[in-house]
């Protein structure tokens, strides 16, 4: 069979082990279920080509190997001429329709062609044809796959049937190698610069893939297989308009601009080993003060313990209080890493495979990235977005408005958070920093109480905080805030409240 050599002696062995999941997938649904009680939904997008090749290969391997070698391989278990479902609409493009009904053709599908809304088409169609299972080119990145699963029951309101999703993990790089190293057919749409094809009203060429040519006068773009980021595959769905810009858009997002003019951020620390006093905390210290740094203001530090429900508590509560949430630690091949299984479930996401990702970490680590199914390679679903800056091994992972760092000491917090504030697409609008004096005294607390307590009223931009090194050293006052006028004010008003030289101090920086 074509399609099972071609692999085979391809040298991707990526590939393969996508292969031999994929078949072995669609084995199993034939073997649960009755063929004449299968369908297979054909749109005539690479997706479901890919599907349609892998079908034949997994229908040859379930039913025609057997026969192969009693002599009695037919046409059909070489092209398995598997009920089609397709939904033809009149905004699809002609192309597409022109190669669906050509491919039908040649591999001898039994195609159905509806022409109504996709949910009503397949119940009138499963009520005359009862149907347990239909074949999807559903692929994880695709807007209706969160959540499903390579065998997944229809959702609730639909007509009861089973979605098989053989390609669920494929990334865009697998779809375009099976196609080119298979040397299989595929829409003419795609060597046009269509990397994703919906309908004629809201898909155009992928930009990326636009060649600047001054001599023509029409735009020329590359073929599909060409866009070396699988992530902008969508980038040439046209996008609606929102109809109005609010605060988030205008912000990032970000709406809780506090009274001292800051945005508000929390710390998350992943470590057991913190909580069990074995390993100490420093570097939430340097991010807080990193954070003031750029005018930004921390509501909380929390260390929680290396468990996918702790950290997944912590971070669905500070993502909603803050603009943006750091967190430290729990990253790695460990079975104690489990923050971004923890930042997934936040979100009500899964981890999914990122080929970006997984390709930084294989050269990284080269070898010890073992196996084809990199663990630590899955990312939270649909919420991703990987930072990269030069000077990074592997890039920063921001989750919407969380941000995960990979730091394990002060010195590589400090580059990161560099690299963070120099890439072009960083969250962290600079605000006018912080800035702090310090009094110190030999006054008791009782003596410095009420006069402390009334600045507090006063002067409700600046925060005014007393602490001790120890009970029989100076007590320090300590003022912060944005406005240095204000803070030099509010300090030379505790100073004169008591006699001359009561208190000491630095000035205000």
Same mark, same amino acid.
């Given at each position: 069979?074509?399609? #099972?050599?071609?692999?085979?002696?391809?040298?991707?062995?990526?590939?393969? *082990?996508?292969?031999?999941?994929?078949?072995?997938?669609?084995?199993?649904?034939?073997?649960?279920?009755?063929?004449?009680?299968?369908?297979?939904?054909?749109?005539?997008?690479?997706?479901?080509?890919?599907?349609?090749?892998?079908?034949?290969?997994?229908?040859?391997?379930?039913? @025609?190997?057997?026969?192969?070698?009693?002599?009695?391989?037919?046409? %059909?278990?070489?092209?398995?001429?598997?009920?089609?479902?397709?939904?033809?609409?009149?905004?699809?493009?002609?192309?597409?329709?022109?190669?669906?009904?050509?491919?039908? &053709?040649?591999?001898?599908?039994?195609?159905? &062609?509806?022409?109504?809304?996709?949910?009503?088409?397949?119940?009138?169609?499963?009520?005359?044809?009862?149907?347990?299972?239909?074949?999807?080119?559903?692929?994880?990145?695709?807007?209706?796959?969160? =959540?499903?699963?390579?065998? %997944?029951?229809?959702?609730?309101?639909?007509?009861?049937?089973?979605?098989?999703?053989?390609?669920?993990?494929?990334?865009?790089?697998?779809?375009?190698?099976?196609?080119?190293?298979?040397?299989?057919?595929? !829409?003419?749409?795609?060597?046009? @610069?269509?990397?994703?094809? =919906?309908?004629?009203?809201?898909?155009?060429?992928?930009?990326?893939?636009?060649?600047?040519?001054?001599?023509?006068?029409?735009?020329?773009?590359?073929?599909?297989?060409?866009?070396?980021?699988?992530? /902008?595959?969508?980038?040439?769905? *046209?996008?609606?308009?929102?109809?109005?810009?609010? &605060?988030?858009?205008?912000?990032?997002?970000?709406?809780?601009?506090?009274?001292?003019?800051?945005?508000?951020?929390?710390?998350?620390?992943?470590?057991?080993?913190?909580?069990?006093?074995?390993?100490?905390?420093?570097?939430?210290?340097?991010?807080?003060?990193?954070?003031?740094?750029? @005018?930004?203001?921390?509501?909380?530090?929390?260390?929680?313990?290396?468990?996918?429900?702790?950290?997944?508590?912590?971070?669905?509560?500070?993502?909603?209080?803050?603009?943006?949430?750091?967190?430290?630690?729990?990253?790695?091949?460990?079975? /104690?890493?489990?923050? $971004?299984?923890?930042?997934?479930?936040?979100?009500?996401?899964?981890?999914?495979?990122?080929?970006?990702?997984?390709?930084?970490?294989?050269?990284?680590?080269?070898?010890? !990235?073992?196996? #084809?199914?990199?663990?630590?390679?899955?990312?939270?679903?649909?919420?991703?977005?990987?930072?990269?800056?030069?000077?990074?091994?592997?890039? $920063?992972?921001?989750?919407?408005?969380?941000?995960?760092?990979?730091?394990?000491?002060?010195?590589?917090?400090?580059?990161?958070? #560099? !690299?963070?504030?120099?890439?072009? /697409?960083?969250?962290?609008?600079? $605000?006018?920093?912080?800035?702090?004096?310090?009094?110190?005294?030999?006054? /008791?607390?009782?003596?410095?109480?009420? *006069?402390?307590?009334?600045?507090?009223?006063?002067?409700?931009?600046?925060?005014?905080?007393?602490?001790?090194?120890?009970?029989? =050293?100076?007590?320090?006052?300590?003022?912060? =805030?944005?406005?240095?006028?204000?803070?030099? $004010?509010?300090?030379?008003?505790?100073?004169?409240?008591?006699?001359?030289?009561?208190?000491?101090?630095?000035?205000?920086?």
């Amino acid at each position: 069979m074509e399609i #099972d050599r071609a692999v085979g002696e391809s040298s991707d062995r990526r590939l393969q *082990t996508k292969y031999r999941n994929a078949v072995y997938v669609i084995q199993r649904a034939f073997a649960l279920y009755e063929f004449e009680q299968v369908a297979f939904s054909f749109n005539g997008g690479k997706d479901s080509t890919v599907l349609l090749h892998l079908l034949r290969a997994g229908y040859y391997l379930h039913k @025609g190997k057997s026969e192969c070698f009693q002599g009695n391989l037919s046409d %059909s278990m070489l092209n398995c001429p598997i009920r089609t479902i397709y939904f033809e609409s009149p905004s699809a493009f002609p192309e597409i329709n022109s190669f669906t009904y050509e491919t039908a &053709t040649a591999y001898n599908l039994q195609l159905e &062609t509806i022409r109504s809304d996709f949910k009503s088409g397949l119940e009138a169609l499963l009520k005359e044809k009862p149907t347990k299972a239909i074949f999807l080119g559903t692929r994880i990145g695709d807007p209706n796959a969160v =959540g499903q699963e390579q065998f %997944s029951p229809s959702s609730i309101g639909w007509p009861p049937f089973m979605r098989v999703n053989p390609i669920l993990d494929w990334s865009y790089r697998d779809v375009w190698a099976f196609i080119l190293i298979c040397k299989v057919k595929y !829409c003419s749409l795609y060597d046009q @610069g269509y990397t994703s094809i =919906g309908s004629i009203y809201d898909t155009v060429p992928n930009a990326l893939l636009s060649i600047v040519d001054s001599s023509s006068t029409t735009e020329i773009f590359k073929p599909a297989y060409m866009l070396s980021d699988g992530r /902008s595959e969508r980038a040439g769905r *046209t996008k609606k308009l929102p109809l109005k810009c609010d &605060t988030a858009c205008l912000n990032n997002g970000m709406t809780n601009v506090s009274q001292s003019g800051s945005f508000l951020a929390s710390i998350i620390v992943v470590g057991d080993e913190i909580l069990f006093g074995t390993a100490e905390d420093k570097l939430s210290a340097v991010l807080c003060k990193k954070l003031n740094a750029i @005018g930004w203001q921390v509501t909380r530090m929390t260390v929680v313990q290396n468990d996918i429900d702790c950290v997944a508590a912590q971070v669905e509560q500070q993502k909603s209080t803050n603009d943006m949430v750091f967190l430290l630690g729990g990253l790695g091949p460990m079975h /104690s890493d489990v923050s $971004l299984a923890g930042v997934a479930k936040a979100f009500g996401v899964r981890l999914a495979p990122d080929e970006e990702f997984e390709e930084y970490l294989r050269l990284l680590i080269g070898k010890h !990235c073992t196996g #084809d199914r990199n663990e630590m390679a899955l990312l939270p679903e649909g919420i991703t977005e990987l930072m990269q800056h030069s000077k990074l091994p592997v890039p $920063l992972i921001k989750c919407q408005n969380v941000i995960i760092l990979a730091a394990t000491n002060v010195s590589e917090l400090e580059t990161q958070w #560099d !690299c963070l504030l120099e890439t072009p /697409s960083h969250p962290l609008m600079r $605000l006018p920093p912080f800035m702090s004096k310090h009094l110190g005294t030999m006054l /008791s607390d009782v003596e410095t109480a009420q *006069t402390i307590s009334k600045l507090c009223l006063e002067f409700p931009d600046i925060y005014i905080g007393c602490q001790r090194k120890s009970r029989v =050293g100076p007590l320090v006052i300590t003022f912060v =805030g944005k406005d240095k006028t204000r803070i030099e $004010l509010a300090a030379e008003k505790l100073s004169n409240s008591f006699p001359a030289g009561a208190f000491s101090g630095a000035d205000c920086g």
